[in-house]
C-alpha cells in the first residue's frame, strides 16, 4: 500500500523534519527494502515543502545509507548498514523536553556507574573523586558556573567503575550531555535552594561509593537525576523563554568530543 505523508509544522528546520519522517516509515518497514520512494513532486505534495527542502532531505538518507538515486528511475531504499554509528536527533534541541529526555538517558547510565564505582574504586580513584567535588566549589566560590567541574566530577566517578566500555559509552555521549549540564547549572544557580539541593545530592553519592554501598550509590544517583528532571520542570517559562532555551539551542552539536570530560 503506498505510504503518504502529512504536511509539516514551520519551526524547525523543514529538510531536518522530511528527513525524519521518511526515516521513521524506512526503520518501520513501512516501506521496506527495495521500495521506490515516492517521488519528489509527489513528497513536495505531501509535506507542502519545496524541491530543494526534499533534496537536502534525500542527501541526508543517502548520507546515512538508507536510500539510492538511480538515474531516471527514482529513489530506493536500500538493505540498513550492518553496523551504525548512534545518533541522537536534532529536532526540537531547544526544547526542556529534549533536556529531559537526555537526562533520563543519563540516569540509566549514571545510576550503573555510581554502582561500579562503589564495588571496584581504588584509593587513588575515590581521593580524584573528592577532589573533582572540591573543584566544583572552587569553580563556584569564584563566581564560575561550575559546568567543566561538574563533567569532571562525573567522569572520575565513570573512571572509577573500572569497565572501559561503558567509559567511551559515556565518552561518546559527551558530546550531547556537556549541553544539558550547561542548562540544568543555570537553572540551578538561579535558586539557593536548587544549589544546596545538587550540593547535597553529590556528597550523598560520593559517600556511598567511599561506602561501597552500591544499592545506597545507585539510589543516589538515580535520585540525582530525578531531582534534576525534576529542577527542569520547575524552571518556569520565564527561564525557558530566555536562558534555558538560548543555552540548549545547540545541545546536540556542542561540547567536549569524545574522549574528553563527560558531564
Given at each position: 500500500m503506498p505510504v503518504s505523508f502529512v504536511a509539516i509544522k514551520p519551526g524547525v528546520k523543514l529538510s531536518d523534519q522530511v528527513a525524519h519522517a521518511l526515516e521513521a516509515e524506512i526503520r518501520s518497514g513501512r516501506i521496506a527494502t527495495g521500495d521506490k520512494l515516492p517521488?519528489?513532486?509527489?513528497?513536495?505534495?505531501?509535506?507542502?515543502?519545496?524541491?530543494?527542502?526534499?533534496?537536502?532531505?534525500m542527501s541526508r538518507l543517502r548520507s546515512q545509507g538508507l536510500v539510492d538515486a538511480?538515474?531516471?528511475?527514482?529513489?530506493?531504499?536500500q538493505p540498513p548498514p550492518a553496523a551504525e554509528a548512534l545518533r541522537f536527533?536534532?529536532?526540537?534541541?531547544?526544547?526542556?523536553?529534549?533536556?529531559?529526555?537526555?537526562?533520563?538517558?543519563?540516569?540509566?547510565?549514571?545510576?550503573?556507574?555510581?554502582?561500579?564505582?562503589?564495588?571496584?574504586?581504588?584509593?587513588?580513584?575515590?581521593?580524584?573523586?573528592?577532589?573533582a567535588v572540591l573543584a566544583i566549589e572552587a569553580a563556584v566560590r569564584r563566581g564560575e558556573d561550575g559546568v567543566a567541574e561538574d563533567v569532571q566530577f562525573h567522569r572520575a566517578i565513570?573512571?572509577?567503575?573500572?569497565?572501559?566500555?561503558?567509559?567511551h559509552?559515556?565518552?561518546?555521549?559527551?558530546?550531547?550531555?556537556?549541553?544539558?549540564?550547561?542548562?540544568?547549572r543555570a537553572n540551578e544557580a538561579r535558586r539557593q535552594?536548587?544549589?544546596?539541593?545538587?550540593?547535597?545530592e553529590h556528597a550523598e553519592t560520593v559517600a556511598a561509593?567511599?561506602?561501597?554501598?552500591?544499592?545506597?550509590?545507585?539510589?543516589?544517583?538515580?535520585a540525582h537525576m530525578d531531582n534534576a528532571i525534576q529542577r527542569i520542570r520547575e524552571a518556569g517559562t520565564a527561564f525557558w523563554q530566555h536562558d534555558g532555551q538560548r543555552l540548549a539551542r545547540n545541545l546536540l552539536d556542542l561540547g567536549p568530543m569524545p574522549g574528553e570530560p563527560h558531564k
Open positions: 517521488t519528489e513532486a509527489a513528497l513536495v505534495q505531501q509535506f507542502n515543502v519545496s524541491r530543494t527542502v526534499v533534496r537536502e532531505a538511480r538515474q531516471g528511475s527514482g529513489v530506493y531504499v536527533e536534532p529536532l526540537h534541541s531547544d526544547s526542556m523536553e529534549a533536556v529531559i529526555q537526555i537526562v533520563e538517558v543519563r540516569r540509566a547510565l549514571e545510576a550503573e556507574v555510581a554502582d561500579l564505582a562503589a564495588q571496584r574504586h581504588t584509593a587513588a580513584q575515590m581521593q580524584a573523586i573528592h577532589n565513570a573512571l572509577a567503575a573500572n569497565n572501559s566500555y561503558l567509559l559509552t559515556l565518552d561518546y555521549l559527551a558530546q550531547f550531555l556537556h549541553g544539558v549540564t550547561r542548562v540544568t535552594d536548587f544549589a544546596a539541593a545538587v550540593t547535597f561509593i567511599a561506602a561501597r554501598n552500591r544499592q545506597a550509590a545507585r539510589a543516589a544517583a538515580t
